[in-house]
């Protein structure tokens, strides 16, 4: 079997208060290989906690301990700042939530996807032009030349997120975070958004790690499933698998999806303690 991309075991993650250390992600343990592995939860689980301390972007005041933490071999909690600045973008990547908010209005987009290379790669700037190019191309996006030269605010949203996937993955990173990458759009931008990474996982060959509050939409997508449920895994499961659940939390989560059978009616409400 190969080395997985990503290897955590006992991940910890609290902040100081007047009480002492609140803690918001408690002794959570997984890996990701080659794969699309999905982080599922409701707001405040930790996930998206989880997935900042991956790429060591964590909050100030935040303490983070880890019996392993690893990423292709290499211990992240022993990295320096500019370990991190080398590794982000070139061995990582990481796609936001909303593009209004993660692409810089002020600069072209050409600009902006290239900005990996210019920071990791020793190239020319016509070869930057052609992969940045080659990349907006291949997330989709028609007229590759004038999305390379237009400003953010001229892209729609399902653009603007696909110009910053092919921020992301320019540099060809092994392991891709997307934290919540469909939430600001519309159901059909969201599972166009979400083939194309998909597809793109298995092109590359990189490891995708999904973060989501939609279960529904990431068992179409995702090979594993983690639930996380009050800073721990609750429950981890081929996402084949997720009708089938063991745990009363996962199953009350996937009775409560929305559909057209229960519109108008009440979804069932998950009652049970730790």
Do not use: C
Request: net charge neutral.
């Amino acid at each position: 079997m190969a080395e997985p991309l990503l290897t955590i075991e006992n991940l910890r993650i609290s902040f100081p208060s007047e009480g002492g250390p609140v803690s918001v992600v408690d002794d959570v343990s997984f890996d990701v290989g080659r794969e699309v592995v999905a982080l599922v939860g409701e707001s405040g689980s930790g996930k998206s906690m989880t997935g900042r301390a991956v790429m060591g972007l964590l909050p100030r005041g935040a303490r983070i301990e880890a019996l392993r933490m690893a990423f292709d071999g290499q211990e992240l909690t022993a990295l320096s700042p500019s370990a991190w600045n080398r590794l982000r973008g070139r061995g990582i990547g990481l796609v936001l939530q909303d593009p209004k908010y993660s692409l810089n209005p002020a600069h072209k987009i050409g600009r902006q996807v290239e900005e990996a290379l210019l920071l990791h790669e020793k190239i020319s700037a016509a070869e930057r032009r052609e992969q940045a190019l080659e990349m907006l191309s291949k997330v989709g996006l028609p007229d590759p030349e004038r999305v390379y030269s237009s400003y953010p605010a001229a892209l729609s949203g399902g653009m603007g997120q696909r110009a910053m996937i092919a921020a992301m993955l320019v540099s060809r990173p092994k392991l891709l975070i997307a934290d919540e990458p469909t939430s600001a759009l519309d159901r059909g931008l969201q599972d166009q958004i979400l083939t194309l990474l998909r597809s793109l996982t298995e092109e590359l060959g990189m490891g995708l790690l999904l973060i989501s509050h939609d279960l529904q939409q990431v068992s179409r997508y995702a090979d594993r499933v983690l639930v996380m449920r009050q800073g721990r895994i609750e429950e981890e499961m081929a996402s084949a698998d997720l009708a089938n659940a063991g745990s009363a939390y996962t199953r009350a989560l996937w009775a409560a999806r929305p559909s057209a059978a229960t519109y108008g009616t009440r979804l069932p409400v998950y009652e049970g303690g730790r």
